[in-house]
């Protein structure tokens, strides 16, 4: 697998941008276009929550790092864990930590506002982090944790195969994307109502108009 140089690094966080609307992320990463809404302005509060404290912190036989920034080389993607937890374990388990006794297991927890979605558009961001921190620590991690804000309550997700198969796909769509500067056009669904971007992207405006709809116009029928 060919390696990404350090500058066509993306970010990680777009990956959930990706899963939601391609559009959207292209919005954000190729326009750098941004909006809060009050969906947004929600999480960003949660975020900070889950960073506050210090940035390691020992609680017995468990270990917590914040803020934790990660990167793969692989994907070609960067960006930052709001927790990663390291649970004091077997040697056959774990890995050895800089000036720390014994041998710990690594697990990502992303924090989320709202409950557990349909989409994979968190686990994937999760499963993102969790390649990241294997690359870089060089171990395997079996899964990892979303916390949700709403529920406040952990899922437990398994990184499998088809979750990684899933994240190279996504980071290669993303990369042949930017490269060619490319925003794809609207694709209208039910996700614009809650999207922070839809008074840039104007999804209305932009929506190309059906055969149905063009014929409706001539024959001067009303709208349903
Ligand atoms: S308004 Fe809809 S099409 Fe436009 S960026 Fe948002 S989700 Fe995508």
């Not at 050895?96 to 697990?107: P, T």
Request: aromatic share 8%; hydrophobic share 35%.
């Amino acid at each position: 697998m060919t390696e990404y140089k350090e500058e066509d690094f993306l970010m990680l966080s777009g990956i959930q941008h990706f899963v939601f609307c391609k559009r959207q992320w292209a919005l954000i990463e190729i326009e750098e276009q941004w909006a809060d809404n009050l969906r947004t302005i929600e999480g960003n509060i949660l975020h900070q929550r889950a960073h506050e404290g210090p940035t390691l912190e020992s609680r017995g036989q468990l270990l917590i790092s914040r803020e934790m920034r990660v990167f793969s080389a692989k994907l070609g993607i960067s960006g930052i864990c709001d927790v990663v937890e390291f649970h004091r374990c077997t040697q056959q388990e774990g890995i050895s930590l800089f000036q720390k006794e014994g041998f710990y297991r690594v697990v990502p927890v992303e924090y989320k506002k709202g409950e557990p979605k349909i989409s994979d558009a968190d686990r994937l961001q999760l499963v993102a982090q969790a390649v990241c921190l294997e690359e870089m620590l060089c171990t395997d991690i079996p899964y990892g944790y979303l916390y949700y804000g709403a529920t406040r309550h952990r899922e437990k997700v398994e990184i499998t195969q088809e979750f990684r198969q899933k994240l190279e796909n996504v980071c290669a769509q993303m990369h042949d994307l930017f490269q060619r500067r490319h925003t794809p056009m609207v694709k209208r669904t039910k996700a614009c109502n809650a999207c922070s971007l839809k008074e840039i992207c104007l999804p209305k405006l932009l929506k190309r108009p059906s055969v149905h709809d063009y014929i409706r116009r001539q024959t001067g029928e009303e709208e349903p």
